[in-house]
């Protein structure tokens, strides 16, 4: 039995419980993060929590402990459940007050920190590659719901997920109203082009800019890689030589189809293979220390 940190308490999972009332499950009103720890490190919370106070500053709820604490907090959450290799989901809610949208002030945020185990994607997915679909559910608008801001409704991600396995395939690529790829349900998207350039689009479009993205830019740019942010399409995604998409959970995973187009010759390639290593490498060198 677990243990989840719930406004203020320590409490079992069975016991960690919030208000039919909260404007989380009202509204998908919320903020969360995602975040991994390994080996009894957390990695990279400084850039996880910094996110999660932008995206509460963006919505107007104000996260009533200071970043150091949130970090403790969420250390000691880990503590408890004696874990060293985590998956760790802080969520703040606006709290609770009546049922109408109206009244967003003066109201005290739930504040839930979970940690749990990390659920790994098959080793065969990393070995052989994974296939997706573009998605007919375009991103949100980044005018009307901002995919930088991670907040509870994910409905968009959701329904992207759901047609990949209607589809039959492992993840959903979204495109932007113009055509542009912009990301996967719930990581980002890298081509390595025939002109030896690495790729991802810019966040502008209506990707979250993830904290595993920063990462493999700044790991290819270290390698000397030229990376660049610019928008692409279906057709460069489908006659790329590489492609992965990364993210927390996922970390570095090879695309090696999209829409029954193979992708270079079909298995992960050269460039995907070192920054997977790489990325690993860091994952198990770094990190705030729990213990
Ligand atoms: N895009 C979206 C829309 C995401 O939600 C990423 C990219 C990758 O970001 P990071 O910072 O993790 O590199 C995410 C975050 C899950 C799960 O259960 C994954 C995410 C979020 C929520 C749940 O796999 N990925």
Known sequence: MGIVYINGEFVPTESAKVSVYDRGLLYGDGVFEGIRAYNGRVFKLDEHIDRLYESAHSI?????MSKEEFKETLAETIRRNGLRDAYIRPIV????????????DAMSPTVIIIADKITLYSSKMYE?????????????????????????????SAMAKYEAYLAGADEAIFLNPQ???????????FIYTKQGELVTPPTYLGALRGITRDTVIEIARAKGILVK????????????????????????IPLVKVDGRVIGDGRPGKITREIMMAYRELTQNSGYPVY
């Open 60 to 64: 107007l709820i104000k996260i009533p």
């Open 93 to 104: 809610t606006r709290g609770v007050k009546g049922l109408g949208i109206n009244p967003w």
């Open 128 to 156: 052989d590659g994974i296939a997706a679909v573009c998605a007919s559910t375009m991103r949100n608008n980044p005018n009307a719901c901002n995919p930088q801001i991670k907040s509870l409704n994910y409905l968009n």
């Open 179 to 189: 055509g542009y790829v912009v990301e996967a349900a719930v990581d980002n998207i």
């Open 229 to 252: 942010e610019e928008p692409f399409t279906r057709h460069d995604l489908y006659n790329a030589v590489e492609s992965f998409l990364t993210g927390t959970a996922a970390e570095v």
